[in-house]
């Protein structure tokens, strides 16, 4: 586990590797593929949302919990799906919102790469996950290393916009200095909790407002049509 493909991230992330959480984390995913488990994402993917999005352009963090646990879902990136995969329900109800925010309509695909490429930190809690079972890997190392991940947005950089959605993210992200940067609460867009004041929480466009207002390039939220 490195982050060689994540330069700008390595400064403030570099010590992680060698705390003896993160050796008891390699120990424990090492021991879940000699015993043949199925792990996702690809490990490839575990960093691929500091990958695509460095450090110095974070421009607004979605935290999510875990990766999507079926096979050819995962990617790196929360909520998002690798195309050809079925939109899976949060995220239908997330493009509900954006179209009811923004006037967006829904595209075809669940494929978010778009949004993480302009500064839109999609952060999973736990960055792995085994086949068919959800939160398989949590305890087990992984939310300390988020937590550096946030912690680093909150000191490097200023007036960031946080999408908290849900208790798990918003109890996840009570570090965050409001005085430097936009907090934003909601429900989860699940279809458990959506109903409960995600719709009309109107997230997108409150976000392009705060960047705007702090001289920022807003998020062009219109994702391809094709991918």
């Known amino acids: ?5 994540a330069p700008s991230w390595q400064p403030a992330l570099q010590a992680e590797f060698d705390a003896p959480y993160m050796r008891g984390l390699k120990q424990f995913l090492r021991a879940e593929k000699d015993a043949g488990k ?23 963090v979605i935290l999510g919990q875990d990766p999507y646990h ?35 309509a829904p595209v075809g695909h ?12 999609l952060l999973n809690a736990v960055l ?8 398989a890997h949590k305890g087990r190392g992984w939310e300390q290393f988020t937590d550096a ?46 109903y409960r004041g995600f719709f009309g929480s109107r997230p997108f466009s409150q976000a392009n407002q705060y960047l705007e207002q702090v001289g920022k390039t807003p998020i062009d939220w219109q994702l391809p049509a094709q991918v």
């Open 70 to 104: 079926q096979s050819g879902q995962a990617h790196g990136l929360c909520f998002s799906v690798m195309p050809g995969v079925k939109t899976p329900p949060s995220l239908v109800n997330m493009y509900k919102e954006l179209d009811t925010d923004l006037g967006i």
């Open 149 to 194: 991940v946030i912690a680093a947005v909150n000191e490097h950089c200023e007036q960031v916009v946080f999408l908290l959605w849900g208790s798990y993210a918003q109890k996840k992200g009570a570090v965050i200095d409001r005085n430097r940067h936009q907090v934003l609460h909601a429900p989860h867009p699940s279809p458990l909790s959506a």
């Open 38 to 60: 199925l792990v996702y994402p690809h490990s490839s993917h575990w960093f691929h949302a500091l990958e695509v999005t460095p450090l110095d352009q974070v421009k607004v």
């Open 1 to 5: 586990m490195t982050l060689d493909k």
């Open 128 to 135: 792995t996950v085994e086949d068919s079972k959800a939160n």
């Open 110 to 121: 669940g494929y978010l790469e778009g949004w993480a490429q302009q500064g839109v930190l």
